[in-house]
Every structure is written in structure tokens, then in C-alpha cells.
């Protein structure tokens, strides 16, 4: 569409009101007036350069390294490699769209800058003769041929151009929307900004008050919309936080205290590497929980113990201790991501300790959920376990709670518990009588979506009753619930169940994620998983097609994740690399070569010679002092003809000088070879000599009172 | 999958060209604003608030400009050929039958868009042996069949009358309709434009892109031609009269002139000669990929300046080619017209699957007539080669172009002596013209 504003027609946008507005908006006030009046002052002022399509070429070339520079300053400078690391690993919605809330907030503070990057190309495109520019000075790829010289190249209007004042313009306004400044102001301004700038291009067909009324009733309606828009924008932020709080979250976290059924299932359609293990005998690391729960009501499992508490100031080497017993045991590494250095800790249910954690903080909580605080953020910690560990606190009330429960689970929970016969029974053999149960008569399925339940039942009461078929989280209720009934204090655990070794590594995927219970037996917690364990080969069946694939990038992301946690100065590796790469793309451009070079093709342009060639004759003195002295050329006479006809006969060493030169200041001016440097400093000694003997010639020509006697001046 | 492209891309082009239409290029830059701004706006910044303003502008430009009710009665003359690159004027003349003054007025010429067939738009995707990226435009033909010059109409008095030059640039050849012309008002702001229509559509023939040559001296000696200059173009049989002399023994009774045999009283006989004079082959090879169509509109660009050239060179010119089917026309000396070879030029297509040896056999059929042959090649592979052996073994004089890519010259390898045709021209793309001035210096 810019193509039709032709270099004469268009008028010029007020770029000294738009720059203020930026400046007022982005606290750059000073700065953006200079700006704009350097580029006003040069509109008065005659001075211009010839600039080249190369030169512009070029020129762009500079400020798009300007622009890729400003942005790798400002993606280091604001932790963007952690912010893409973080959308990439995560598996939470709330925690991507933070981060790429992050990433906006970048590019924004980018677009504010974007005025002072664009500015030297403006600028110099003010001090040149041209308003308007191709296309192709902007485009990477057409570089390499003049626009005016292709086969597609027609008359001026038909050759795509751009009146880059218009875009800068356009660019500054929008920069100056990228404020965080709520001003009321702003929006007026903005419009008269607009309307200055569209006044030379309104209708000739409507009178000027129609087009000054139209646009006070837009001030009016934009002023009327901020204010909704206003409302919108809190409704909307508040939406989506309810939106996207903890959707399908590949963790579990204690500190909304509640997990609903369906949660892990839900997980378990993932097969994202959530976790990284490595066993220090290779043995697979068995059960690692994240989160108990002990309340169990409306299909909601939930907690009496919401409160963490730190466990104390870790000791030498990132030690934190979980469990006062002194005992060694084997060791489990894991790897994890973490949400800003926060994270739950997976943990075997016998951890003694944590060793390398560089956190800030580990804070535990009655059921024996751990989690860290101010974590890097790809925490890999030991956990040390064995006899005597484990931190769960004592049984209370609510780990036998079974009131609480709605009809249709009692009901079916205490049905079930008369067939088992568990009351009365010792906790061993509850245990046992409920394992038995579950892999005798039930099966396994995957999750199948939450289902619409009817009057007089629920999805447990028909797990136990109806379909006898279920995931994990219906086992580890049921079996939480059973064993209650039989008078053991029951916990509900959720976390993963690694199984799949990958080298020496083991591999907890969304799908790993489980649920299990918890049983008091014998003065200690003890993990009761009644799940059949054919749950592990159903779940790997959903395996995507595209799994390795994506295991690939992940093992990758990995490496680079930890090469950035272990190499320190990481950042100033990438500043540097960015640097040096643009600093030899500048160099490049300094140079003036091409990309490919086999492509090389001197631009047609540039072999054109300047359009008057040898302007800047030194001839050009001489003929002045003469044009001083005998007069000024008559216009039918050529140069040498006139030179002839001022030197005498007499005086031969001075016509000889003027001939020679006249000679070389033709060959200058009208040979296409041009003149050789020799030849030029000949040219340039001769008229020296010439000029002096002209002066001198002249003064005494002044003392003698002789003006009219040409040979004596050139002798 | 490249239906899908295929057709993302003609809606992508009929909605730009909506745009393009309906958008002053005031109205073009608030709807970038509002793209960008919809785009970037965060709740946090004030990009929400310019975003609002920049829809609320447009909203009111597009109510203020409802439909054009105002009646016109618009004439059009468009020339009837025209050549591809070079700038054309059409004469409109537009008539106000309202009883209002007009003001404010644009006139816009529809040009019709070729249909871009999947087909071709999957042979334009595809990367050739010369090109290893995925582009639909450069290197390749424009798509684009031409570019047209918004006019503003000065103020249109009632029932009054006005007459526009509009200025077309044609890209492609081949015939190019402008189905009609659209008047266009804009809105108060100047953003959007509202149109009244009159569909008028008219056909303009747009010849090949021509280039200027130098005085050319071509190769080879003048030829017996059977049939001489009037049946050159080989239809029967006839000599060149030249005088009338008496009869002999042996001379041919159909050749007594009854008329002067009559009126002398002795048998007078019409005395003929064989006619010899230049006549040279113009080949254009058609066959390529469509990764090289570049080549090929720069190979039927230099046919066409030689066939507009030579014939005036008292000789005769056979274009030959290669189509759907085999093509010869000939020109010159009265024979044929050089519009109507470029006629003929405008129209051809490259052939996708290699028929040399058609064409081969279609010139050496022509070979015993010919005093030279003109060969626009777009490569120089063996069955090219082979064909320039042949016509060297046949002793008619060979003068090659060949079409080339930015940067194919320098790697260019013309091959052993004997392959080599007497003349060799290597026309870069980009350059051709400055490549034919070369043929000067080919003396």
C-alpha cells in the first residue's frame, strides 16, 4: 500500500509530536525532543548527501544488526534463555503462560526501543534527497540486483516503494504503546497525533468540519472505551488466572492441600520425562512421593496438615537433614525441573537425607511432603535412604476418619469391607485380605475422562461395586478407605513409580505418575499399593507415535540444562558468541562483500559513474582568475577556443601551460576512462602555476594601471 | 498438502488484493497499526488502549463509506497490443449522469488474475536442480499479470464529462483482460474507499519484453528457396518471372504466354528464374523445469527482438518451436508479419517434458533452405549439443545464446571444439540485453 505514495506527493507525518509522545510515555522525554528536532532542523536546513540504493542497502543491513544486537542484550539481560527453558520443560499451562508472559513483557521493552534502533536509518534517509525507498532495500534476499535494472522493473509508481517517514512514524506510536504508564492522557494525545498526520490525506470530498467533528466523536467513543476497557482487562486477568491455576500440573503440590480424582489419571496421559533417576546399585528406585493426603470427602482427597516448615539451615555440602536417625543407606539421584526454583521434592518414603541441594530453603510438612524454595532451576539432589528413615508424623484422627465420606462411598465402602469380613481383623492380615481382593477380582484400565455420575452413586461407589475396573487413584482410595474399616490409619500418597531404565538412568514419565496408601502397621508407615502391575503396560500402550522423538529434545534440552548449571559464566559465553557474530556481520557490511560470492555482481548503480564526472577540476580556479580578469566566457565559445584567444603569440610557456591543461581538465571531464592519478597531478600542479601567475600578474597589473594587456598577465 | 497451500495462497492473494483495493494508503498504514497492536498489545501496556482507538477509527471510516450510489457511465479505449514491462496508457473517459458535482474521486482498471492452477503452483514449489529453496516468486515469472496507477479524477461537474489516462504496467504475456473500472470514494478520514462498479471487460494482447540489437551480420549465404518469395512459406510451387523471349526447342509449352504469342504471331515464352535469397531459422527451446521459467521468458524475450529484427533485413525468418504441437512461422519479404510472430511469441508455454528430438527433426527438415540458424537455448546438455553437430555436419552456419543463471557463466563449460556451434553467446538472466550487444562484436 506504500507503494503508492509517490516521493513528490506524500506529505511528511509529524514525527517531532509522534517522538514526544513516545518520550512523555516512556519517561524518555529529553531524549525523544532531541531526536525529533534533528530531524525537523533538517528540514530546514539545504544541506543534503547523494546516498546510493547501496548505501541504504547497507545502511539497513547496520540497523537490522542494531535491532538483533538490542535484542540480545535485552533477552540475556532478562533471563530469556531460563524463560524459553521453562515453557519448554514445564507441563503446567499456568506456569507456561507466565513465562510467555515473561516473553512478551521482552519483546514489548524491545518495541520501546525500537525508536533509537530505527533512528541513524532515518536520519540518514533525512539528510538524502529521497523520501521513498524500494522494497528491496529491505529485503535479505533481493539485495544482490539493482531493483531498477531487474526484468520486472517498470516506471517509478509500479516499483513497490516505501515512505520509510511513515513507518517510523508508525513504529514510534506503537513504541509508545508499549508503556506501562496508564495514563489518561494518553489516548487524546495518541488521536491528535493520528489526526495531524491523516489531515493531508482526507477526502477532498468532505468539508473540513465533518472531518473535525468525526474525529471529536471518536475522542469521545475512545475515551468512553478506555474506561470499559479497563473493566475487561481486570475480568479477563481474573479469568484467567481461574482458567489455568494448577490444570494438569506435572507435580503435586501440598500447598493447595487437596487433589481430586481424575488428577493423576489425568497426568498419566503425558509422556513427558518428568524425572531423572539414577540408583547407586541400579536397582529401580521403587515408590517416590511428592504429596500425602489424609481427608477423603466428595471425591476430593484432602489434608489436615497444610503448613511446611523449614528443616533447618542445611549443613556442609548442601546437606539437609529430613529424619533425626543417624543411619546409611543407599543413595537415589534425581533430576527435576524446577517452576522458578520451586518444586516439590520427589522422595523415597524412607529419606534420611538430601544432599546436593543448592536451595535456599527445604520445608517438610506433617504428612511428609518436602519441597524446596529458591532451587536452580534444574535441581539434581541425592536423597540418602534406608532403616529409620522417613519423616511422616504420627497417626491422628483424621487417618481414620471415615465420616466424612459421602453416602454412596460408605456405602459401597462398607459393603465391601463385610464381604472382606475386615472388621475385627489384625492389620496384616486386613492388608492382606484387601490385596488379595483387588488382584483377584479387578482389573486395571487407563483413564478414561471424568464421568457424569448418576443419583445414588459415585465414581468410587461404582469402582467398587459396578465395573470392578479402574487406575490407580480408585486402588489406593479404596484400599485407604478398607483398611480404615479395619482400624488401621490410612494416608493417601501420590508421586511416580519409575520403570523404565534408559541406560543407567531411570525414567519417571507424566504417565509413571501413581497413587498408593499409606498403611500404619507396626509403629510405622508402611506403602500399600494395590494397583494390579499390569497398570505399567497398559499405560505404556498410549505411548505416542511421536514419543522418541520428543525424548530426543528432551534428553537434549537436558544436556544444555545442565551444561548451564554446571558452566558458570554461561551467559557471557552466549553475549559473547551474539557479539562476535554481529560484530563480523558488521565487518562484512564494512566490507562491502556479498554472502555468496560466487553470486558476486557489482550493483549496476555503482558502476555508473557520477552523472557530471570532474566537477571538481582544479581547472575550474584558473578559469575563474581569468574570467576575473578578461571577463567571463562568451557562451558560444568552447573553453579552449576562449583560452586560445587570450594568450598572444609572445607568450609561449604560459599558452603551452594553459593548452596542456585544458587538455587534461577535458580528458577529466568527458573521457569514460576518466584520468589517470599522474595525469591528475599534473592537471592539479599546472593550475597552481597558472593561478599564481595569474595573481601575480594581477597584482601588478593593478600597481601598473594595466588591466588590458592579457599577455603580459599570462607570461 | 499442497492443495491445502494451493489454496491458502489464492485466498491469501484475493484477500490482499481486497485489501489493496478497499485500503487508501492512509487506511493501509492504521490497518498495519491495528494488526500490530492486536498482536503485541499486553493487558499491561497501553497497546490495548491504541488498539481500541485504531478499530474504532476504522469502524467509522467503514460506516462513513457505505455503498456508491452515484451513477457514471465510463468508455475505455485500450490499445490492442502492448509489450510486457513497458507502461501502458488507457484512455477512460468518465461521465458523471448524477445531477451532483463529484469530488474526491479515484479510478481503479480491474485486471483479471490468471488462475494459478494447483499444478503450477505445486511445479513452482517444487526446488529444482537450480534452486534448492522453496519460492513462489524471483527467480521465477511474475504472477502478477499487472500493476495498475490509482488515478485521481479531478472535480466531475454534473453530467459532465472527463477524459483519464491510466497507466497499466503489464508483466506477463499473453493476453491480459481488464474486466471493467471501479470509481472509488473514500471516507472522510481518506481510509477506506467505496466503490461503484462498471464491468466493460476488454482484451489486450501483451507481447514479449523485446531488446534492442545491434546491426547484426548473420552467418551464412543466400539458398536456392523452391517455390520462390511469394510461396516461401512453402505452399506449392512458382518461379520469379523474369522476361519474355522467344521460344526454343525444349521449353515447356506450359510456359508459352498465349497473350504475346498471339499478338506476335510467334510462340513467346515467359522466362523464370530461380529465386536465391537469405532466409534464416529462429529456434526457441522450449523445454525446461519449472524452476528455470525465468530462463524461458528471457529465451521467448530474445526470440522475440530477433524476429523483430531480422526480417527487416530483406530475408526470410522461420520461428520454430516446440509446443503442444510443432510450430513454424516465417516471416519477412512480404511473407507473414512480424505482429504475428509475435503474436505467436506471446503465447507460447514452456514444455515440461523434453521433445528434442521433435524438434530436432522440425529443423532438419528446414536445414536445405536455410542460410542460417538462430538457436535460444536455456541449456547446453548433450541432445543440445548433439543438435548443433548435426546442423554443423550440414554445413548451415549455427549461432547458439544461451540462457544462463547469475553465476552459471563463470562455471560454464561450452564442451569440446566439435560440439561448439561457429557463433556462442552466453546471455546471463538479468543482463540479456547488455550480453546481446555482443553480437556487434561477432563479426
Not at chain 1, 524518555?28 to 536546513?45: C, D, K, Q, T, V
Not at chain 1, 509403629?523 to 505404556?540: F, K, L, N, Y
Not at chain 2, 481488464?178 to 481510509?191: K, M, N, Q, V
Request: net charge positive.
Amino acid at each position: 500500500m506504500t507503494s503508492r505514495m509517490d516521493n513528490a506527493a506524500a506529505p511528511r507525518p509529524p514525527l517531532l509530536l509522534a517522538l514526544a509522545l513516545w518520550g512523555w510515555e516512556t519517561g524518555l522525554f529529553p531524549w525523544a525532543l532531541a531526536l525529533g528536532a534533528l530531524l525537523e532542523a533538517i528540514r530546514f536546513s539545504k544541506q543534503r548527501f547523494e546516498l546510493r540504493q547501496e548505501d541504504f542497502v547497507r545502511l539497513w543491513n547496520f540497523t537490522a544488526l542494531l535491532f538483533l544486537g538490542a535484542a540480545l542484550y535485552l533477552f540475556l539481560a532478562r533471563e530469556g534463555l531460563g524463560t524459553v527453558g521453562a515453557i519448554v520443560t514445564t507441563a503446567s499451562p499456568a506456569t507456561r503462560l507466565e513465562e510467555m508472559r515473561r516473553i512478551s513483557q521482552t519483546v514489548v521493552a524491545l518495541f520501546r526501543w525500537l525508536p533509537f534502533v530505527l533512528y541513524p536509518f532515518l536520519l540518514a534517509q533525512a539528510l538524502s534527497r529521497t523520501t521513498t525507498l524500494p522494497w528491496a532495500t529491505f529485503s535479505f534476499r533481493s539485495k544482490t540486483s539493482d531493483p531498477s535494472a531487474g526484468p520486472r522493473a517498470g516506471p517509478d509508481w509500479a516499483v513497490g516503494r516505501v515512505h520509510t517517514g511513515y513507518v517510523y512514524f508508525a513504529v514510534v506510536l506503537f513504541a509508545s504503546s508499549a508503556s506501562a504508564d496508564h495514563s489518561r492522557l494518553y489516548l487524546p494525545m495518541l488521536l491528535g497525533v493520528m489526526s495531524w498526520a491523516l489531515w493531508p490525506w482526507r477526502s477532498p470530498r468532505y468539508p473540513a468540519p465533518v472531518w473535525i467533528g468525526m474525529f471529536l466523536m471518536l475522542l469521545a467513543g475512545a475515551l468512553l472505551a478506555q474506561r470499559g476497557l479497563e473493566g475487561l482487562r481486570q475480568t479477563w486477568l481474573s479469568l484467567e488466572t481461574r482458567l489455568f491455576q494448577g490444570v494438569g500440573q506435572a507435580r503435586f503440590d501440598q500447598i493447595r492441600g487437596a487433589t481430586a480424582l481424575g488428577a493423576v489419571g489425568r497426568l498419566k496421559q503425558s509422556g513427558r520425562i518428568v524425572l531423572r533417576i539414577r540408583t547407586d546399585d541400579g536397582v529401580a528406585p521403587g515408590l517416590l512421593r511428592e504429596a500425602a493426603f489424609n481427608r477423603f470427602r466428595a471425591n476430593i482427597w484432602g489434608t489436615s496438615h497444610r503448613e511446611f516448615q523449614s528443616v533447618g539451615l542445611p549443613l556442609e555440602g548442601h546437606v539437609w537433614r529430613l529424619a533425626a536417625a543417624p543411619g546409611q543407606g543407599p543413595l537415589i539421584t534425581i533430576a527435576r525441573y524446577t517452576s522458578r526454583g520451586e518444586a516439590p521434592l520427589a522422595l523415597p518414603g524412607d529419606a534420611l537425607s538430601i544432599r546436593d541441594l543448592p536451595a535456599l530453603d527445604v520445608e517438610t510438612n506433617y504428612l511428609a511432603a518436602a519441597r524446596m524454595q529458591e532451587g536452580p532451576p534444574l535441581a539434581i539432589y541425592t536423597v540418602e535412604h534406608g532403616a529409620g528413615g522417613g519423616f511422616d508424623g504420627p497417626p491422628e484422627p483424621e487417618d481414620t476418619d471415615l465420616d466424612s465420606m459421602n453416602g454412596p462411598d460408605a456405602e459401597a465402602i462398607a459393603r465391601t469391607a463385610r464381604e472382606l469380613g475386615l472388621a475385627g481383623r489384625t492389620p496384616e492380615a486386613a492388608v492382606a485380605a484387601v490385596e488379595r481382593h483387588f488382584a483377584t477380582a479387578f482389573d486395571y484400565t487407563r483413564w478414561q475422562g471424568p464421568v457424569v455420575s448418576r443419583t445414588n452413586t459415585s465414581a468410587l461407589s461404582r469402582f467398587l461395586l459396578e465395573s470392578r475396573a479402574g487406575h490407580c487413584e480408585y486402588f489406593a482410595t479404596a484400599t485407604a478407605l478398607l483398611l480404615r474399616v479395619a482400624g488401621v490409619p490410612t494416608r493417601y500418597a501420590v508421586g511416580f513409580s519409575p520403570g523404565e531404565r534408559r541406560g543407567d538412568q531411570w525414567l519417571a514419565r507424566g504417565r509413571d505418575a501413581h497413587a498408593w496408601c499409606l498403611a500404619y502397621i507396626d509403629g510405622r508407615w508402611r506403602d500399600v499399593d494395590t494397583t494390579p502391575g499390569i497398570w505399567r503396560e497398559r499405560e505404556a500402550s498410549g505411548a505416542g507415535p511421536f514419543e522418541r522423538l520428543g525424548d530426543w529434545f528432551s534428553q537434549a534440552w537436558y544436556r544444555v540444562a545442565v551444561w548451564r548449571q554446571r558452566g558458570g559464566n554461561w551467559r557471557i559465553f552466549v553475549f559473547t558468541a551474539g557479539v562476535l557474530a554481529l560484530s563480523w556481520l558488521a565487518w562484512r557490511q564494512i566490507r562491502g562483500s556479498r554472502w555468496r560470492r560466487t553470486r558476486e555482481r557489482p550493483m549496476i548503480a555503482s558502476e555508473r559513474p557520477p552523472a557530471r564526472p570532474g566537477l571538481d577540476s582544479e581547472f575550474y580556479a584558473v578559469t575563474r582568475h581569468l574570467e576575473k580578469r578578461h571577463g567571463p566566457r562568451p557562451g558560444h565559445q568552447t573553453l579552449r577556443a576562449w583560452v586560445r584567444g587570450l594568450a598572444p603569440p609572445g607568450s609561449q610557456a604560459a599558452s603551452d601551460s594553459l593548452e596542456e591543461a585544458v587538455g587534461l581538465h577535458y580528458r577529466l571531464r568527458f573521457d569514460p576512462r576518466g584520468l589517470p592519478e599522474t595525469d591528475r597531478r599534473r592537471l592539479r600542479a599546472l593550475a597552481i602555476e597558472l593561478t599564481d601567475i595569474e595573481g601575480d600578474s594581477a597584482r601588478r597589473g593593478r600597481s601598473a594601471k594595466d588591466a588590458a594587456m592579457p599577455a603580459e598577465s599570462l607570461r | 498438502m499442497i492443495g491445502l497451500l494451493h489454496r491458502s495462497y489464492l485466498r491469501l492473494r484475493t484477500v490482499s488484493a481486497w485489501l489493496q483495493r478497499r485500503f487508501t494508503p492512509a487506511g493501509g498504514f492504521v490497518l498495519a497499526g491495528l494488526a500490530l497492536t492486536a498482536g503485541a498489545s499486553d493487558s499491561e501496556t497501553m497497546g490495548l488502549s491504541a488498539f481500541v482507538l485504531l478499530a474504532a477509527m476504522l469502524s467509522a471510516a467503514w460506516l462513513a463509506a457505505p455503498l456508491f450510489r452515484a451513477r457514471f457511465a465510463v468508455e475505455r479505449q485500450a490499445p490492442r497490443f502492448v509489450t510486457a514491462g513497458e507502461p501502458f496508457t488507457l484512455r477512460v473517459r468518465v461521465q458523471n449522469l448524477s445531477n451532483r458535482t463529484q469530488r474526491g474521486l479515484e479510478y481503479l482498471e480491474n485486471v483479471r488474475d490468471p488462475p494459478l492452477t494447483a499444478s503450477e503452483f505445486a511445479a513452482r514449489l517444487r526446488p529444482g536442480r537450480g534452486n534448492r529453496s522453496f519460492r513462489l516468486e524471483s527467480p521465477l515469472p511474475p504472477i502478477r499479470p499487472a500493476r495498475v496507477r490509482v488515478e485521481a479524477i479531478p472535480v466531475l461537474p454534473s453530467r459532465g464529462r472527463i477524459e483519464l489516462r491510466v497507466e497499466i504496467v503489464a508483466y506477463r504475456r499473453g493476453p491480459l483482460v481488464l474486466t471493467g473500472g471501479w470509481l472509488g470514494r473514500a471516507d472522510p478520514f481518506g481510509l477506506v474507499r467505496a466503490f461503484s462498479r462498471t464491468a466493460t471487460p476488454q482484451t489486450v494482447l501483451v507481447l514479449p519484453r523485446r531488446y534492442p540489437l545491434p546491426p547484426l551480420s548473420l552467418p551464412g549465404q543466400s539458398q536456392y528457396q523452391r517455390g520462390g518469395v511469394s510461396m516461401a512459406a512453402g505452399v506449392g510451387e512458382s518461379e520469379e518471372f523474369v522476361a519474355l523471349r522467344e521460344y526454343r526447342r525444349g521449353d515447356s509449352l506450359r510456359r508459352v504466354h498465349w497473350r504475346s504469342s498471339a499478338r506476335r504471331g510467334q510462340l513467346i515464352v515467359k522466362e523464370c528464374q530461380d529465386e536465391h535469397f537469405v532466409r534464416h531459422a529462429l529456434v526457441l527451446d522450449t523445454f525446461c523445469e519449472a524452476s528455470r521459467d525465468a530462463l524461458f521468458e528471457e529465451a521467448v524475450a530474445v526470440a522475440a527482438s530477433f524476429a523483430c529484427t531480422v526480417p527487416d533485413q530483406d530475408s526470410l525468418l522461420d520461428l520454430l518451436f516446440v509446443g503442444p504441437k510443432t510450430v513454424c512461422v516465417t516471416s519477412g519479404r512480404g511473407v507473414g508479419h512480424v505482429q504475428q510472430m509475435l503474436e505467436v511469441l506471446a503465447a507460447v508455454k514452456p514444455c515440461r517434458e523434453s521433445r528434442l528430438a521433435e524438434l530436432e527433426s522440425l529443423v532438419l527438415d528446414h536445414s536445405p533452405v536455410l542460410s542460417g540458424c538462430l538457436l535460444v537455448l536455456l541449456e547446453w546438455d548433450e541432445p543440445r549439443r548433439a543438435l548443433v553437430r548435426r546442423l554443423r555436419a550440414l554445413r548451415v552456419p549455427v549461432l547458439a545464446m544461451i540462457l544462463m543463471r547469475p553465476g552459471e557463466v563463470q562455471t560454464f563449460d561450452p564442451g569440446a571444439a566439435a560440439d561448439q556451434p561457429d557463433r556462442l553467446l552466453r546471455l546471463e538472466s538479468g543482463r540479456v540485453g547488455e550480453g546481446l550487444q555482443h553480437l556487434g562484436e561477432m563479426r
